[in-house]
């Protein structure tokens, strides 16, 4: 189950910032995600394109962090996303909420 919750956190995150970027509404800079049970850090670098890769951020980049299968129901679109997480990352998942929702 590890690698399946894991694979799914970095492809829902990537795929928000690639919408994002090919509707021309694109949020661009750094951004880190950290979960628990299981563990898993990755970076989001989103400029021309949505790049995602293991690691741990440094810096000011905002981070959200909590349980791995709760940010996925999160960043998937099917539950909202936390109250205290990081105000970057809410028009960083607009790019899957406009394409579920069909606006543009």
């Known amino acids: 189950m590890r690698d399946e919750v894991c694979s799914g956190l970095r492809y829902a995150a990537a795929?928000?910032?690639a919408f994002g970027v090919i509707s021309g509404h694109a949020v661009t800079g750094t951004f880190a995600l950290q979960t628990q049970d299981?563990?898993?850090?990755?970076?989001?670098?989103i400029g021309d394109c949505a790049v995602v890769y293991e690691g741990v951020a440094t810096g000011t980049v905002p981070i959200l962090?909590?349980?791995a299968v709760e940010l996925l129901e999160a960043l998937s679109v099917r539950t909202p996303l936390a109250a205290n997480a990081p105000d970057e990352w809410r028009p960083?998942?607009?790019?899957?909420?406009t394409v579920f929702e069909g606006g543009s």
């Open 92 to 97: 960083l998942l607009s790019g899957l909420t």
């Open 65 to 67: 962090r909590g349980d």
């Open 38 to 45: 299981p563990d898993m850090s990755i970076v989001l670098e």
């Open 15 to 17: 795929l928000s910032a």
